[in-house]
């Protein structure tokens, strides 16, 4: 844009402040005990909040000593194993998960064709929403349309601001529904609009489960198979929810704390996980993958791939970041529940589809750099993968393309958000405000006259 241009022409010469004064001594956040990204000195997070929805662990304390266990993950006391093994061979887990990550309880076989039913009725948008809101105005980030098109409904609701339980859990249970939507919507006006494709607009049918959706909206010819739609449904699943001390769940406690609307709560959210360092890191990997396979001559060769994954770790590879996408977790150490659960269904539908030998890289990667980083960085505790590592394959082979990546993790995230948004206002919480120490100088103020 003209203006930018002539804002860049006219700032550029104030910029090196940001290189020499702007920059604060690292030392004085040791000496001011800072608890930078709200974690301790070994890595955990502060507690700043007590949570019912979800339990997050990854070891066990033995005195004084933390020891590394297989990771947990709890839904509402719920093992996320045991969730998903019941779920196993149907296409509505996911519509069981928000049911119970919102009222605390599974639901009976007459709850959840209710809500099921509430679901149908709640997904289309309101008339000409496409048309006039996503439509005309196309993004090449889909993450963005979202979050517009969310502050947008705000305009729809004959109360928007209202912030009693029974109204929040209205509007909470109407972007639940209408997430897939949008995302599909944003993204086939994105084709349509940058990739100069055919539109393409199926309409929602209300007695399919979020997964078949989905699908159904994203394909030219909206049919699927019921193994894609389970696998999916899977998916949706284990990236509901993940505790309150994530970013975005973080983000949602944090803006539900000052009083504000649904809306500007649930985009606040969804500006958290398009930051790549949260919810983009699967993408990361794929993109790794292919210059992986770009650069190794026999990918069959497991001495080339280690030799391959050392230069990204010496940050002569890839993007020079020095990190192996989808390995290692901030609370899991021997194992991601949510991955290995994903793996087994990354491989059922490998088979199926004829991705097997894809499927064996990255079973082959992953053995690889567990190794590798644990040696290469001499770390005490074990390195695991982490959703990430298999959730790009899954989509890829279910054709969901990677601009959709990070959307769908909104998709199945919105339910834990919700949760967490109306067990802040459940438990009327104080305004969560952090201090921040001021380190730098105080200077005595200057007529304009004398400065010079």
């Known amino acids: ?6 804002f860049r022409k006219l700032t550029e010469k104030y910029l090196d402040h940001y290189d020499k004064e702007g920059t604060i001594d690292k030392s004085l956040y040791t000496k001011y005990d800072v608890k930078r990204g709200l974690r301790d000195s070994d890595g955990r997070g502060v507690l700043t909040g007590l949570t019912e929805i979800s339990d997050v662990s990854g070891f066990r304390v033995q005195g004084d000593e933390r020891v590394p266990i297989p990771g947990e993950l709890f839904y509402q006391g719920y093992d996320i194993k045991e969730l998903v093994k019941g779920f196993h061979g149907n296409k509505h887990g996911f519509e069981e998960t928000i049911f119970l990550l919102l009222f605390g309880e599974l639901p009976t076989k007459s709850q959840l064709d209710d809500f099921m039913e509430l679901l149908g009725i709640l997904r289309p948008l309101p008339e000409n929403f496409n048309r006039d809101i996503i439509m005309k105005q196309p993004s090449k980030n889909i993450m963005n349309i979202m979050q ?27 972007l639940i529904a209408r997430f897939p939507v949008i995302a599909a919507y944003g993204y086939q006006s994105y084709r349509h609009k940058f990739m100069d494709s055919s539109l393409v607009i199926h309409r929602p049918k209300p007695h399919l489960s979020t997964a078949e959706n989905i699908l159904r909206l994203l394909r030219p010819d909206p049919t699927f198979t019921d193994l894609e739609a389970q696998v999916l449904d899977i998916c949706l699943v284990i990236h509901a929810e993940h505790g309150g001390g994530n970013n975005s769940s973080f983000t949602t406690h944090v803006i539900t704390t000052t009083g504000t609307d649904t809306y500007s709560t649930v985009a606040g959210s969804l500006g958290s996980l398009k930051g790549p360092r949260h919810g983009g890191a699967n993408l990361k990997v794929q993109q790794m993958i292919a210059d992986l396979k770009a650069n190794v001559e026999d990918t069959d060769d497991d001495s080339q791939i280690k030799a391959y994954l050392t230069k990204i770790l010496n940050k002569e590879a890839f993007d020079r970041a020095g990190l192996i ?125 004398d400065r010079v």
Not at 1 to 6: G, R
Not at 156 to 173: F, G, K, R, W
Not at 420 to 428: A, F, G, L, Q, S
Request: hydrophobic letters at 40%; proline letters at 4%; aromatic letters at 12%.
């Open 1 to 6: 844009m003209k203006e930018f241009a002539e």
């Open 148 to 174: 517009r098109c969310v502050l947008t409904l705000y305009s729809y609701d004959d109360n928007p601001d209202e912030i009693s339980m029974e109204h929040v859990l209205a509007q909470s249970l109407s």
């Open 325 to 449: 996408y989808g390995m290692g977790h901030a609370i899991y150490t021997l194992s991601d529940p949510r991955a290995e659960i994903l793996k087994e269904y990354a491989r059922r539908l490998s088979e199926a589809e004829g991705y097997i030998k894809e499927f064996e890289l990255y079973d082959r990667i992953e053995i690889i750099a567990k190794e590798l980083i644990t040696e290469h960085r001499d770390m005490q505790k074990p390195v695991c993968a982490n959703v990430d590592f298999y959730s790009g394959f899954v989509y890829s082979v279910l054709k969901i393309p990677v601009e959709l990546f990070t959307p769908m993790f909104a998709i199945s995230r919105i339910a834990g958000w919700s949760a967490h948004r109306i067990e802040e206002i459940v438990n009327k919480g104080k305004i969560i405000r952090p201090a921040y120490k001021y380190v730098g100088t105080h200077r005595e103020y200057k007529p304009i006259e």
